[in-house]
Protein backbone atom coordinates (compact mmCIF):
# COMPACT_ATOMS: atom_id res chain seq x y z
CA UNK A 1 0.00 0.00 0.00
CA UNK A 2 3.00 2.32 0.48
CA UNK A 3 4.70 1.42 -3.08
CA UNK A 4 4.38 4.57 -4.58
CA UNK A 5 5.07 3.79 -8.14
CA UNK A 6 7.37 6.85 -8.63
CA UNK A 7 9.74 6.00 -5.80
CA UNK A 8 9.85 2.42 -6.70
CA UNK A 9 11.14 3.49 -10.15
CA UNK A 10 13.92 5.38 -8.73
CA UNK A 11 15.38 3.00 -6.07
CA UNK A 12 15.03 -0.56 -8.18
CA UNK A 13 16.28 -3.34 -5.58
CA UNK A 14 13.44 -4.41 -3.77
CA UNK A 15 15.16 -5.44 -1.17
CA UNK A 16 16.54 -1.92 -0.29
CA UNK A 17 12.91 -0.45 -1.90
CA UNK A 18 12.08 1.07 1.56
CA UNK A 19 10.28 4.22 0.73
CA UNK A 20 9.64 7.35 2.99
CA UNK A 21 6.36 6.51 5.42
CA UNK A 22 6.25 9.66 7.28
CA UNK A 23 7.58 12.34 6.49
CA UNK A 24 7.99 15.95 8.53
CA UNK A 25 8.70 19.22 7.06
CA UNK A 26 9.32 21.93 9.45
CA UNK A 27 6.93 20.80 12.01
CA UNK A 28 6.42 23.14 14.78
CA UNK A 29 4.08 23.21 18.04
CA UNK A 30 3.58 26.41 20.09
CA UNK A 31 0.81 25.80 22.90
CA UNK A 32 -1.60 28.28 23.71
CA UNK A 33 -0.08 30.68 26.03
CA UNK A 34 2.88 28.54 25.57
CA UNK A 35 6.20 31.55 24.87
CA UNK A 36 8.77 28.69 23.83
CA UNK A 37 7.79 25.95 21.05
CA UNK A 38 7.06 22.58 22.51
CA UNK A 39 8.62 21.37 19.08
CA UNK A 40 10.35 23.73 17.12
CA UNK A 41 11.25 23.25 13.32
CA UNK A 42 11.48 19.67 13.38
CA UNK A 43 12.34 17.67 10.13
CA UNK A 44 12.35 14.07 10.32
CA UNK A 45 12.01 10.84 8.02
CA UNK A 46 10.65 7.32 9.00
CA UNK A 47 11.22 4.78 5.85
CA UNK A 48 8.81 1.65 5.81
CA UNK A 49 8.91 -1.09 7.95
CA UNK A 50 11.27 0.96 10.31
CA UNK A 51 10.96 1.38 13.95
CA UNK A 52 12.43 4.50 15.05
CA UNK A 53 12.77 5.48 18.95
CA UNK A 54 11.25 9.04 20.19
CA UNK A 55 13.28 9.61 23.46
CA UNK A 56 14.35 11.98 25.82
CA UNK A 57 13.41 13.28 29.28
CA UNK A 58 10.15 14.21 29.73
CA UNK A 59 8.83 17.67 28.45
CA UNK A 60 11.23 17.20 25.63
CA UNK A 61 8.51 16.90 23.21
CA UNK A 62 8.53 13.79 21.68
CA UNK A 63 5.38 12.74 23.12
CA UNK A 64 4.09 16.10 20.82
CA UNK A 65 5.83 14.73 17.97
CA UNK A 66 4.36 11.24 18.34
CA UNK A 67 0.49 13.36 18.55
CA UNK A 68 1.56 15.24 15.62
CA UNK A 69 2.21 12.50 13.43
CA UNK A 70 -1.83 11.31 13.62
CA UNK A 71 -2.72 14.84 14.39
CA UNK A 72 -4.25 14.05 18.13
CA UNK A 73 -2.64 17.81 18.69
CA UNK A 74 -2.61 20.24 15.48
CA UNK A 75 1.09 21.69 14.45
CA UNK A 76 1.28 25.06 14.75
CA UNK A 77 3.57 24.75 11.54
CA UNK A 78 5.09 22.76 8.66
CA UNK A 79 3.64 19.81 6.88
CA UNK A 80 3.36 15.82 7.63
CA UNK A 81 3.03 13.64 5.05
CA UNK A 82 2.31 9.74 5.32
CA UNK A 83 3.44 7.62 1.87
CA UNK A 84 3.76 10.98 0.09
CA UNK A 85 0.43 12.44 0.44
CA UNK A 86 0.25 15.67 2.69
CA UNK A 87 -2.29 15.11 5.60
CA UNK A 88 -1.77 18.11 7.68
CA UNK A 89 -5.36 19.70 6.14
CA UNK A 90 -6.82 16.35 6.38
CA UNK A 91 -9.70 15.11 8.40
CA UNK A 92 -8.32 14.18 11.63
CA UNK A 93 -10.96 11.76 12.34
CA UNK A 94 -10.71 9.78 9.36
CA UNK A 95 -6.38 10.15 9.11
CA UNK A 96 -6.42 8.31 12.43
CA UNK A 97 -8.56 5.19 11.65
CA UNK A 98 -5.60 4.31 9.09
CA UNK A 99 -3.13 5.17 11.99
CA UNK A 100 -2.58 2.21 14.53
CA UNK A 101 -2.79 3.99 18.44
CA UNK A 102 -1.06 2.33 21.58
CA UNK A 103 -0.93 3.49 24.61
CA UNK A 104 0.16 2.67 28.29
CA UNK A 105 -1.59 -0.05 29.64
CA UNK A 106 -3.26 -0.24 26.40
CA UNK A 107 -6.28 1.94 27.36
CA UNK A 108 -9.08 -1.00 26.68
CA UNK A 109 -12.69 0.31 26.77
CA UNK A 110 -13.40 -1.56 30.15
CA UNK A 111 -17.17 -1.78 29.01
CA UNK A 112 -16.04 -3.42 25.86
CA UNK A 113 -15.07 -6.92 25.64
CA UNK A 114 -11.69 -7.83 24.28
CA UNK A 115 -13.11 -8.77 20.55
CA UNK A 116 -15.43 -5.74 21.06
CA UNK A 117 -12.33 -3.45 21.88
CA UNK A 118 -10.21 -4.94 18.80
CA UNK A 119 -13.03 -4.19 16.58
CA UNK A 120 -13.34 -0.62 17.46
CA UNK A 121 -11.89 0.33 14.21
CA UNK A 122 -12.75 -2.22 12.03
CA UNK A 123 -16.57 -1.40 12.81
CA UNK A 124 -16.09 2.75 12.06
CA UNK A 125 -14.17 1.86 8.79
CA UNK A 126 -18.11 -0.11 8.08
CA UNK A 127 -16.70 -4.11 8.10
CA UNK A 128 -19.18 -6.66 8.42
CA UNK A 129 -19.70 -8.45 11.95
CA UNK A 130 -18.61 -11.66 10.93
CA UNK A 131 -15.01 -10.20 8.83
CA UNK A 132 -14.59 -8.16 12.49
CA UNK A 133 -14.92 -11.12 14.65
CA UNK A 134 -12.16 -13.18 12.47
CA UNK A 135 -9.91 -10.73 12.04
CA UNK A 136 -10.30 -10.31 15.98
CA UNK A 137 -9.52 -13.85 16.19
CA UNK A 138 -6.70 -13.50 13.93
CA UNK A 139 -4.79 -10.88 15.86
CA UNK A 140 -5.75 -12.45 19.46
CA UNK A 141 -3.74 -15.61 18.15
CA UNK A 142 -1.08 -13.50 16.68
CA UNK A 143 -0.27 -11.64 20.16
CA UNK A 144 -0.36 -15.08 22.04
CA UNK A 145 -3.66 -15.02 23.23
CA UNK A 146 -6.08 -18.09 22.96
CA UNK A 147 -9.05 -16.22 21.21
CA UNK A 148 -11.99 -18.97 22.28
CA UNK A 149 -10.64 -18.13 25.87
CA UNK A 150 -10.33 -14.57 25.80
CA UNK A 151 -12.87 -13.18 22.93
CA UNK A 152 -15.58 -12.45 25.29
CA UNK A 153 -13.92 -11.28 28.44
CA UNK A 154 -13.68 -7.90 30.01
CA UNK A 155 -10.34 -5.71 30.55
CA UNK A 156 -10.52 -6.18 34.14
CA UNK A 157 -10.37 -9.90 33.96
CA UNK A 158 -6.97 -9.77 31.87
CA UNK A 159 -3.41 -8.89 33.35
CA UNK A 160 -1.88 -5.98 32.41
CA UNK A 161 0.31 -7.83 30.11
CA UNK A 162 -2.49 -9.48 28.61
CA UNK A 163 -4.24 -6.00 27.99
CA UNK A 164 -1.23 -4.71 26.12
CA UNK A 165 -1.16 -7.80 24.61
CA UNK A 166 -4.79 -6.33 23.35
CA UNK A 167 -4.32 -3.04 22.81
CA UNK A 168 -1.15 -3.66 20.33
CA UNK A 169 -3.83 -6.22 18.66
CA UNK A 170 -6.17 -3.27 18.56
CA UNK A 171 -3.61 -1.15 16.99
CA UNK A 172 -3.60 -3.67 13.99
CA UNK A 173 -6.74 -4.35 13.67
CA UNK A 174 -7.84 -2.37 10.60
CA UNK A 175 -4.05 -3.44 8.89
CA UNK A 176 -2.87 -0.26 9.21
CA UNK A 177 1.05 0.85 7.51
CA UNK A 178 1.95 3.12 10.49
CA UNK A 179 1.35 2.34 13.94
CA UNK A 180 2.42 5.29 16.83
CA UNK A 181 3.44 3.53 20.30
CA UNK A 182 3.03 6.14 23.44
CA UNK A 183 5.38 4.02 26.28
CA UNK A 184 3.18 1.28 25.63
CA UNK A 185 5.56 -0.75 28.07
CA UNK A 186 5.79 1.65 30.39
CA UNK A 187 3.69 0.65 33.64
CA UNK A 188 4.19 -2.99 33.03
CA UNK A 189 6.52 -5.11 35.66
CA UNK A 190 10.42 -5.65 34.12
CA UNK A 191 10.16 -8.99 33.34
CA UNK A 192 6.66 -9.13 31.59
CA UNK A 193 8.08 -5.80 29.97
CA UNK A 194 10.65 -7.84 28.81
CA UNK A 195 8.75 -10.60 27.55
CA UNK A 196 6.59 -8.39 25.60
CA UNK A 197 9.26 -6.71 23.98
CA UNK A 198 10.51 -9.70 23.07
CA UNK A 199 7.02 -10.58 21.26
CA UNK A 200 6.49 -7.50 19.87
CA UNK A 201 9.39 -7.71 18.06
CA UNK A 202 8.65 -11.26 16.85
CA UNK A 203 5.29 -9.80 15.65
CA UNK A 204 7.11 -7.14 13.55
CA UNK A 205 8.81 -9.28 11.64
CA UNK A 206 5.58 -10.61 10.36
CA UNK A 207 3.80 -7.75 10.05
CA UNK A 208 6.52 -5.01 9.25
CA UNK A 209 4.54 -2.10 10.18
CA UNK A 210 6.23 1.50 10.37
CA UNK A 211 6.81 2.15 13.80
CA UNK A 212 6.68 5.31 15.84
CA UNK A 213 7.56 4.43 19.49
CA UNK A 214 7.83 7.02 22.54
CA UNK A 215 9.86 5.60 25.20
CA UNK A 216 11.60 7.10 28.37
CA UNK A 217 13.75 4.00 28.65
CA UNK A 218 16.90 3.73 26.90
CA UNK A 219 17.22 -0.24 27.12
CA UNK A 220 14.11 -0.11 25.64
CA UNK A 221 15.11 2.42 22.99
CA UNK A 222 18.19 0.70 22.22
CA UNK A 223 16.94 -3.38 22.16
CA UNK A 224 13.65 -2.17 20.07
CA UNK A 225 14.79 0.76 17.57
CA UNK A 226 15.83 0.36 13.81
CA UNK A 227 16.80 4.43 15.13
CA UNK A 228 16.42 6.29 17.72
CA UNK A 229 15.55 9.89 17.84
CA UNK A 230 17.27 11.79 21.00
CA UNK A 231 15.02 14.93 22.01
CA UNK A 232 15.35 18.22 23.95
CA UNK A 233 13.44 20.64 24.75
CA UNK A 234 11.63 20.54 21.30
CA UNK A 235 14.61 19.69 18.92
CA UNK A 236 16.15 16.63 17.50
CA UNK A 237 19.83 16.15 18.84
CA UNK A 238 20.57 13.10 17.38
CA UNK A 239 18.72 10.58 14.72
CA UNK A 240 20.84 7.80 13.79
CA UNK A 241 20.55 3.81 15.02
CA UNK A 242 21.34 2.84 17.77
CA UNK A 243 25.18 1.85 17.87
CA UNK A 244 25.77 5.60 16.71
CA UNK A 245 24.08 6.92 19.48
CA UNK A 246 25.95 4.76 21.72
CA UNK A 247 29.26 5.06 20.60
CA UNK A 248 29.50 8.14 18.72
CA UNK A 249 26.77 10.83 20.28
CA UNK A 250 26.15 14.47 18.12
CA UNK A 251 26.37 16.19 21.17
CA UNK A 252 27.32 16.72 25.09
CA UNK A 253 23.47 16.22 25.49
CA UNK A 254 23.18 13.37 23.85
CA UNK A 255 26.26 11.49 25.61
CA UNK A 256 24.55 12.87 29.00
CA UNK A 257 21.53 11.24 28.28
CA UNK A 258 23.02 8.07 26.66
CA UNK A 259 25.59 8.66 30.08
CA UNK A 260 27.34 5.56 31.81
CA UNK A 261 26.95 2.43 31.03
CA UNK A 262 26.78 3.02 27.25
CA UNK A 263 29.63 -0.20 26.77
CA UNK A 264 27.04 -2.21 28.71
CA UNK A 265 23.91 -1.16 26.57
CA UNK A 266 26.41 -1.43 23.46
CA UNK A 267 26.56 -5.47 24.18
CA UNK A 268 22.70 -5.83 23.88
CA UNK A 269 23.24 -4.75 20.17
CA UNK A 270 26.25 -7.19 19.35
CA UNK A 271 25.11 -10.82 18.49
CA UNK A 272 27.03 -14.08 18.98
CA UNK A 273 26.49 -15.17 15.41
CA UNK A 274 28.83 -11.96 14.34
CA UNK A 275 32.09 -13.07 16.56
CA UNK A 276 34.57 -15.07 15.82
CA UNK A 277 34.53 -17.80 18.67
CA UNK A 278 37.12 -19.88 19.54
CA UNK A 279 36.92 -23.56 18.94
CA UNK A 280 35.10 -25.97 21.06
CA UNK A 281 36.08 -29.94 20.87
CA UNK A 282 33.37 -32.67 21.83
CA UNK A 283 35.91 -35.16 21.20
CA UNK A 284 36.93 -37.37 24.05
CA UNK A 285 40.43 -37.91 22.57
CA UNK A 286 41.05 -34.74 22.74
CA UNK A 287 41.38 -33.99 26.18
CA UNK A 288 44.73 -33.68 27.21
CA UNK A 289 44.87 -31.66 23.97
CA UNK A 290 47.92 -28.83 24.49
CA UNK A 291 46.49 -26.50 21.73
CA UNK A 292 44.22 -24.71 24.74
CA UNK A 293 40.92 -26.47 23.48
CA UNK A 294 38.30 -26.99 26.16
CA UNK A 295 36.59 -30.06 25.71
CA UNK A 296 32.65 -31.00 26.64
CA UNK A 297 31.09 -33.76 26.87
CA UNK A 298 27.53 -34.53 25.28
CA UNK A 299 24.68 -36.87 25.97
CA UNK A 300 22.97 -38.67 23.02
CA UNK A 301 21.30 -35.75 21.15
CA UNK A 302 24.42 -34.02 20.88
CA UNK A 303 23.87 -31.31 23.93
CA UNK A 304 26.70 -30.14 25.90
CA UNK A 305 26.37 -31.86 29.78
CA UNK A 306 29.25 -30.72 31.27
CA UNK A 307 33.24 -29.60 30.75
CA UNK A 308 35.68 -32.95 30.08
CA UNK A 309 38.67 -31.06 30.16
CA UNK A 310 40.00 -27.48 30.28
CA UNK A 311 43.23 -25.60 29.43
CA UNK A 312 44.88 -24.17 32.55
CA UNK A 313 41.36 -25.22 35.56
CA UNK A 314 40.32 -27.44 36.71
CA UNK A 315 36.89 -28.99 34.58
CA UNK A 316 34.91 -30.80 37.20
CA UNK A 317 35.16 -27.01 39.19
CA UNK A 318 33.55 -24.86 36.29
CA UNK A 319 30.07 -25.08 35.15
CA UNK A 320 28.89 -25.23 32.10
CA UNK A 321 26.47 -22.58 30.57
CA UNK A 322 25.21 -22.70 27.34
CA UNK A 323 23.81 -19.41 25.43
CA UNK A 324 22.37 -19.73 22.17
CA UNK A 325 24.03 -18.28 18.86
CA UNK A 326 20.51 -16.47 18.40
CA UNK A 327 21.65 -14.70 21.49
CA UNK A 328 23.77 -11.53 22.17
CA UNK A 329 26.99 -10.58 23.93
CA UNK A 330 24.79 -9.24 26.64
CA UNK A 331 22.61 -12.81 26.95
CA UNK A 332 26.26 -14.49 27.27
CA UNK A 333 27.40 -12.36 29.65
CA UNK A 334 24.57 -12.49 32.05
CA UNK A 335 24.43 -16.43 31.75
CA UNK A 336 28.66 -15.67 32.47
CA UNK A 337 27.44 -13.89 35.88
CA UNK A 338 24.64 -16.12 36.50
CA UNK A 339 26.45 -18.96 36.62
CA UNK A 340 30.11 -17.93 37.86
CA UNK A 341 31.41 -19.08 34.80
CA UNK A 342 34.64 -17.40 33.06
CA UNK A 343 33.40 -18.80 29.63
CA UNK A 344 30.47 -19.59 27.92
CA UNK A 345 29.62 -22.42 25.65
CA UNK A 346 27.55 -20.96 22.25
CA UNK A 347 25.25 -23.60 21.11
CA UNK A 348 22.61 -23.51 18.01
CA UNK A 349 19.48 -24.00 17.53
CA UNK A 350 19.37 -27.73 17.93
CA UNK A 351 21.69 -27.19 21.17
CA UNK A 352 25.06 -28.64 19.62
CA UNK A 353 28.16 -26.61 20.58
CA UNK A 354 29.19 -24.08 18.20
CA UNK A 355 32.43 -22.44 19.98
CA UNK A 356 33.24 -21.05 23.49
CA UNK A 357 33.31 -16.99 24.32
CA UNK A 358 36.20 -16.61 27.41
CA UNK A 359 35.10 -13.56 29.65
CA UNK A 360 38.76 -12.02 28.62
CA UNK A 361 38.21 -12.30 25.04
CA UNK A 362 34.67 -10.61 25.54
CA UNK A 363 36.65 -7.71 26.73
CA UNK A 364 39.88 -7.90 24.27
CA UNK A 365 37.17 -8.47 21.29
CA UNK A 366 34.87 -5.34 22.37
CA UNK A 367 37.78 -3.25 22.01
CA UNK A 368 38.56 -4.43 18.78
CA UNK A 369 35.31 -3.44 17.15
CA UNK A 370 35.70 0.53 18.65
CA UNK A 371 38.49 0.38 16.96
CA UNK A 372 37.58 -0.25 13.71
CA UNK A 373 34.49 1.57 14.16
CA UNK B 1 14.69 -16.03 26.35
CA UNK B 2 11.67 -16.64 23.58
CA UNK B 3 11.63 -20.38 23.76
CA UNK B 4 10.13 -20.20 26.96
CA UNK B 5 6.97 -17.99 25.71
CA UNK B 6 4.96 -20.50 24.13
CA UNK B 7 5.11 -22.33 26.97
CA UNK B 8 3.88 -20.02 28.93
CA UNK B 9 0.51 -18.91 26.81
CA UNK B 10 -0.08 -22.66 26.94
CA UNK B 11 -0.61 -22.38 30.89
CA UNK B 12 -2.35 -19.13 30.96
CA UNK B 13 -4.85 -20.42 28.37
CA UNK B 14 -5.19 -23.74 30.61
CA UNK B 15 -5.45 -21.36 33.59
CA UNK B 16 -8.01 -19.61 32.05
CA UNK B 17 -10.33 -22.64 31.02
CA UNK B 18 -10.19 -23.84 34.38
CA UNK B 19 -11.16 -21.02 36.01
CA UNK B 20 -14.33 -20.28 33.60
CA UNK B 21 -15.94 -23.72 34.24
CA UNK B 22 -15.34 -23.56 38.06
CA UNK B 23 -17.60 -20.35 37.84
CA UNK B 24 -19.97 -21.85 35.50
CA UNK B 25 -20.67 -24.11 38.48
CA UNK B 26 -20.70 -21.73 41.51
CA UNK B 27 -22.52 -19.31 39.37
CA UNK B 28 -26.00 -19.34 41.71
CA UNK B 29 -23.48 -20.03 44.63
CA UNK B 30 -21.97 -16.81 43.72
CA UNK B 31 -24.66 -14.50 43.08
CA UNK B 32 -25.95 -15.46 46.29
CA UNK B 33 -22.48 -14.68 47.87
CA UNK B 34 -21.99 -11.07 46.29
CA UNK B 35 -25.63 -10.05 46.93
CA UNK B 36 -27.17 -11.92 49.74
CA UNK B 37 -27.20 -8.53 51.49
CA UNK B 38 -30.34 -7.08 49.05
CA UNK B 39 -32.43 -9.81 51.02
CA UNK B 40 -32.02 -8.33 54.92
CA UNK B 41 -34.23 -5.02 53.90
CA UNK B 42 -37.27 -6.92 52.41
CA UNK B 43 -37.11 -9.33 55.30
CA UNK B 44 -37.47 -6.39 57.97
CA UNK B 45 -39.87 -4.87 56.10
CA UNK B 46 -42.20 -7.85 55.62
CA UNK B 47 -42.00 -8.64 59.12
CA UNK B 48 -42.69 -5.53 60.26
CA UNK B 49 -45.87 -5.25 57.88
CA UNK B 50 -46.86 -8.80 59.47
CA UNK B 51 -46.55 -7.15 62.89
CA UNK B 52 -48.41 -4.43 61.95
CA UNK B 53 -51.73 -6.30 60.21
CA UNK B 54 -51.74 -8.74 63.40
CA UNK B 55 -51.93 -5.79 65.99
CA UNK B 56 -54.99 -3.69 63.38
CA UNK B 57 -56.62 -6.99 63.14
CA UNK B 58 -56.68 -7.64 67.10
CA UNK B 59 -57.95 -3.96 67.34
CA UNK B 60 -61.36 -2.94 67.25
CA UNK B 61 -61.93 -0.68 64.11
CA UNK B 62 -64.68 2.03 64.09
CA UNK B 63 -66.54 2.83 60.98
CA UNK B 64 -64.67 6.03 60.20
CA UNK B 65 -61.29 3.96 60.90
CA UNK B 66 -62.81 1.00 58.50
CA UNK B 67 -63.30 3.62 55.54
CA UNK B 68 -60.05 5.13 55.98
CA UNK B 69 -57.88 1.77 56.12
CA UNK B 70 -60.08 0.05 53.22
CA UNK B 71 -57.78 -1.08 50.82
CA UNK B 72 -59.15 1.01 48.01
CA UNK B 73 -58.49 4.44 49.48
CA UNK B 74 -54.77 3.41 50.33
CA UNK B 75 -54.40 1.67 47.45
CA UNK B 76 -55.53 4.95 45.68
CA UNK B 77 -53.42 7.17 47.72
CA UNK B 78 -50.22 4.85 47.12
CA UNK B 79 -50.77 5.05 43.51
CA UNK B 80 -50.84 8.85 43.45
CA UNK B 81 -48.15 8.92 45.60
CA UNK B 82 -45.60 7.11 43.36
CA UNK B 83 -47.47 8.93 40.23
CA UNK B 84 -45.97 12.02 41.70
CA UNK B 85 -42.44 10.44 42.63
CA UNK B 86 -42.34 9.14 39.02
CA UNK B 87 -43.34 12.07 37.09
CA UNK B 88 -40.86 14.44 38.87
CA UNK B 89 -37.86 11.53 38.58
CA UNK B 90 -38.49 11.31 34.91
CA UNK B 91 -38.27 14.59 34.79
CA UNK B 92 -35.45 15.69 36.73
CA UNK B 93 -33.78 12.71 34.46
CA UNK B 94 -35.11 14.54 31.27
CA UNK B 95 -33.52 17.80 32.28
CA UNK B 96 -30.36 17.20 34.62
CA UNK B 97 -28.64 14.53 32.68
CA UNK B 98 -28.20 16.42 29.05
CA UNK B 99 -27.41 19.52 31.56
CA UNK B 100 -24.73 18.08 32.78
CA UNK B 101 -23.65 16.46 29.43
CA UNK B 102 -23.85 19.97 28.51
CA UNK B 103 -21.53 21.04 31.19
CA UNK B 104 -19.09 18.70 31.07
CA UNK B 105 -18.11 19.94 27.43
CA UNK B 106 -14.72 21.66 27.45
CA UNK B 107 -16.47 25.24 26.19
CA UNK B 108 -18.83 25.13 29.03
CA UNK B 109 -16.82 24.22 31.83
CA UNK B 110 -16.92 27.76 32.49
CA UNK B 111 -20.71 27.91 33.36
CA UNK B 112 -20.46 24.69 35.92
CA UNK B 113 -19.93 26.08 38.81
CA UNK B 114 -22.61 28.53 38.77
CA UNK B 115 -25.28 26.22 37.83
CA UNK B 116 -23.89 23.82 40.36
CA UNK B 117 -24.40 26.54 42.76
CA UNK B 118 -27.97 27.44 41.96
CA UNK B 119 -28.51 23.85 41.69
CA UNK B 120 -27.22 23.60 45.32
CA UNK B 121 -29.10 26.69 46.00
CA UNK B 122 -32.55 25.09 45.36
CA UNK B 123 -31.86 21.80 47.19
CA UNK B 124 -31.29 23.77 49.97
CA UNK B 125 -34.93 25.70 50.25
CA UNK B 126 -37.08 23.47 52.32
CA UNK B 127 -39.21 22.01 50.32
CA UNK B 128 -42.70 22.18 52.13
CA UNK B 129 -42.17 26.17 51.50
CA UNK B 130 -41.54 25.90 48.08
CA UNK B 131 -44.77 23.59 47.37
CA UNK B 132 -46.64 26.00 49.38
CA UNK B 133 -45.26 29.30 47.84
CA UNK B 134 -45.47 27.51 44.26
CA UNK B 135 -48.71 26.70 44.64
CA UNK B 136 -49.97 30.70 45.29
CA UNK B 137 -47.77 31.48 42.44
CA UNK B 138 -48.56 28.70 39.99
CA UNK B 139 -51.88 26.38 40.94
CA UNK B 140 -52.69 24.27 43.56
CA UNK B 141 -52.48 20.56 41.91
CA UNK B 142 -50.66 17.66 40.66
CA UNK B 143 -48.35 19.70 37.95
CA UNK B 144 -47.21 22.19 40.53
CA UNK B 145 -46.40 19.59 43.33
CA UNK B 146 -44.40 17.81 40.39
CA UNK B 147 -42.39 20.58 39.07
CA UNK B 148 -41.57 21.49 42.73
CA UNK B 149 -40.40 17.83 43.20
CA UNK B 150 -38.22 18.59 40.37
CA UNK B 151 -36.79 21.21 41.42
CA UNK B 152 -35.59 20.11 44.54
CA UNK B 153 -34.15 16.94 43.45
CA UNK B 154 -32.02 18.38 40.41
CA UNK B 155 -28.91 19.06 42.16
CA UNK B 156 -27.61 15.03 42.95
CA UNK B 157 -28.18 14.04 39.79
CA UNK B 158 -26.53 16.88 37.78
CA UNK B 159 -23.49 16.85 39.79
CA UNK B 160 -23.46 13.38 39.40
CA UNK B 161 -23.83 13.59 35.83
CA UNK B 162 -20.99 16.14 35.90
CA UNK B 163 -18.69 14.38 38.07
CA UNK B 164 -19.09 10.92 36.33
CA UNK B 165 -18.29 12.42 33.06
CA UNK B 166 -15.33 14.00 34.52
CA UNK B 167 -13.72 10.93 36.19
CA UNK B 168 -13.92 9.11 33.12
CA UNK B 169 -10.31 8.18 32.44
CA UNK B 170 -8.81 10.96 30.14
CA UNK B 171 -6.21 8.54 28.70
CA UNK B 172 -9.71 6.46 27.22
CA UNK B 173 -11.24 9.44 25.59
CA UNK B 174 -7.13 9.79 24.27
CA UNK B 175 -7.60 6.44 22.97
CA UNK B 176 -10.53 7.00 21.85
CA UNK B 177 -9.53 10.06 19.98
CA UNK B 178 -5.89 8.38 19.01
CA UNK B 179 -8.74 5.49 16.85
CA UNK B 180 -10.02 7.58 15.18
CA UNK B 181 -13.37 8.13 17.07
CA UNK B 182 -14.71 11.40 16.10
CA UNK B 183 -15.94 13.80 19.56
CA UNK B 184 -19.23 12.42 19.34
CA UNK B 185 -18.89 9.20 19.32
CA UNK B 186 -16.28 9.24 22.13
CA UNK B 187 -19.07 10.88 24.38
CA UNK B 188 -21.44 8.38 23.21
CA UNK B 189 -19.63 5.02 23.30
CA UNK B 190 -17.19 6.02 25.71
CA UNK B 191 -17.85 8.72 28.25
CA UNK B 192 -21.78 8.72 29.34
CA UNK B 193 -21.46 4.42 29.17
CA UNK B 194 -18.52 4.91 31.45
CA UNK B 195 -19.90 7.56 33.56
CA UNK B 196 -23.82 5.84 33.81
CA UNK B 197 -22.92 3.89 37.17
CA UNK B 198 -22.11 7.24 38.90
CA UNK B 199 -25.11 9.19 37.18
CA UNK B 200 -27.74 6.66 38.29
CA UNK B 201 -26.44 6.80 41.84
CA UNK B 202 -27.34 10.68 41.42
CA UNK B 203 -31.54 9.05 40.13
CA UNK B 204 -31.29 6.57 43.14
CA UNK B 205 -31.13 9.72 45.53
CA UNK B 206 -33.43 11.69 43.50
CA UNK B 207 -35.98 9.29 43.57
CA UNK B 208 -35.54 8.73 47.32
CA UNK B 209 -36.02 12.11 48.01
CA UNK B 210 -38.73 12.72 46.01
CA UNK B 211 -40.64 9.73 47.49
CA UNK B 212 -40.19 11.24 50.55
CA UNK B 213 -41.08 14.64 49.72
CA UNK B 214 -44.03 13.84 47.69
CA UNK B 215 -45.36 13.16 51.24
CA UNK B 216 -46.04 16.95 51.27
CA UNK B 217 -47.70 17.20 47.90
CA UNK B 218 -50.75 16.60 49.84
CA UNK B 219 -51.00 20.36 51.33
CA UNK B 220 -51.05 21.56 47.61
CA UNK B 221 -54.39 19.06 47.01
CA UNK B 222 -51.70 16.83 44.98
CA UNK B 223 -53.00 13.64 46.77
CA UNK B 224 -49.94 11.28 47.74
CA UNK B 225 -49.80 8.88 51.43
CA UNK B 226 -49.82 12.45 53.05
CA UNK B 227 -53.27 12.57 52.50
CA UNK B 228 -53.65 9.42 54.89
CA UNK B 229 -51.54 11.79 57.37
CA UNK B 230 -53.90 14.72 57.33
CA UNK B 231 -56.72 12.22 57.43
CA UNK B 232 -55.54 10.09 60.75
CA UNK B 233 -54.68 13.60 62.28
CA UNK B 234 -58.01 15.48 61.26
CA UNK B 235 -59.98 12.09 62.26
CA UNK B 236 -57.84 12.14 65.63
CA UNK B 237 -57.47 8.69 65.14
CA UNK B 238 -54.11 7.19 66.38
CA UNK B 239 -54.70 3.28 64.39
CA UNK B 240 -54.68 5.21 60.99
CA UNK B 241 -51.68 7.89 61.72
CA UNK B 242 -50.04 4.31 62.48
CA UNK B 243 -50.80 2.97 59.08
CA UNK B 244 -49.91 5.63 57.44
CA UNK B 245 -46.71 6.04 58.18
CA UNK B 246 -45.97 2.62 57.81
CA UNK B 247 -47.27 2.88 54.28
CA UNK B 248 -45.16 5.72 53.82
CA UNK B 249 -41.79 4.20 54.97
CA UNK B 250 -42.54 0.98 53.77
CA UNK B 251 -42.38 2.76 50.15
CA UNK B 252 -39.36 4.90 50.60
CA UNK B 253 -37.50 1.96 51.80
CA UNK B 254 -38.50 -0.53 49.09
CA UNK B 255 -37.83 2.00 46.15
CA UNK B 256 -34.65 2.51 47.44
CA UNK B 257 -34.28 -1.06 47.82
CA UNK B 258 -35.59 -0.88 44.12
CA UNK B 259 -32.96 1.14 42.78
CA UNK B 260 -29.83 -0.31 44.64
CA UNK B 261 -30.93 -3.37 42.83
CA UNK B 262 -31.10 -1.53 39.52
CA UNK B 263 -27.76 0.09 40.38
CA UNK B 264 -25.92 -3.01 41.41
CA UNK B 265 -27.12 -4.86 37.63
CA UNK B 266 -25.99 -1.10 36.05
CA UNK B 267 -22.58 -1.25 37.85
CA UNK B 268 -21.81 -4.96 36.63
CA UNK B 269 -23.04 -4.75 32.65
CA UNK B 270 -20.56 -1.47 32.60
CA UNK B 271 -17.40 -3.18 33.87
Known amino acids: MSDNPDQTAVVPEPGAGQTDTIVLEGVEKIYPGGTSPAVSQLDMTIKQGEIVMLIGPSGCGKTTTLKMINRLIEPTSGRILLDGKDVTHVNGDLLRRQIGYVIQQGGLFPHFTIADNIGVVPRMLGWDKQKTKERADELLHLVGLEPSTFRDRYPRQLSGGQQQRVGVARALAANPPVMLMDEPFGAIDPITRDRLQDEFLEIQRTVGKTIAFVTHDLQEAVKLGDKIAVFATGKLEQYADPETVLTRPANDFVSDFVGGGAAVRRLSLLELARLELHPIETDEKAVGNSNGTPVVEIDASGKPVSWRHLPGADASGVALVTVPISGTVYDAVDVMLDGAASLVAVVDDDGRAQGVLHWNDLVSGLRTRERDA | ?271
Open chain 2, 1 to 271: MSTATPETINTQAQETVEEVEGKKESGLARLWQQHYDLVILPAIIILLLILLFVYIQTRDLDTIEERVLAADNVWGLLRQHLWLAFLSTVLVLIIAVPLGIVLSRRGARKAQGPVLAIGGFAQALPPFGVLLLMAFWLDFGVTTAVIGLTLAALLPVLRNTVIGLQQVDQSLIEAARGMGMSSRQTLFRVEIPLAVPVIVAGLRVALVLNVGTATLASYIGAGGLGELVQQALRLNRINVLLVAGAVIATVALLIDWLAGVVERVVVSRSG
